[in-house]
């Protein structure tokens, strides 16, 4: 089983998940309606992993119908649904692992747990703006900027 379907898996049994040729129909790769999320089924499974993360961020976390890009509030509903798809699939361990196995820019970490660029990019905008430039995580110092992940071990001395 792939990290899509593991994650399809999970979310399956809190709601349903529709897989059809949703873009040429509707010009979305992901939806979230009426307690159902529709994903485009000829979408690679990363992409379907990164996108149903999302849309279940959607059903966890969104008030209201938010298809007006428009409207500012849209966009503040589209990154709570956004975060909460980020701390589902990559968490700070995941980060250390990806920095422990030499990875330290977007393209390669993404490779290495399966995501996006776009999606690992918004991770490092999401950890940064929930921690900082600098968080100390497992005795390790992790410096934060847009493209890059730097992951230091603490010194103790004494």
Known sequence: MDDYENLLKKVTTEIPVIELPLEQDTGYIGLYRNNRIYLDKNKSSRKKKVVLAEEFGHHKRTI???????????????????????????TL????????????????????????????EDTLIHYFNKYGKYHFHRNYKFTFDN?????EPIKIFG
């Open 64 to 90: 209201g119908n938010i298809l007006n890009y428009k409207d500012p509030e849209a966009w503040k509903e589209e990154w709570k649904a956004r975060r909460y798809g980020i701390e589902i699939l990559i």
């Open 93 to 120: 361990d995941d980060l250390l692992d990806c920095a422990l196995n030499g990875c330290n820019n977007i393209y390669e970490c993404s490779e290495h747990l399966n995501v996006t660029p776009d999606f690992f």
């Open 147 to 151: 493209e890059f992940i730097f992951v």
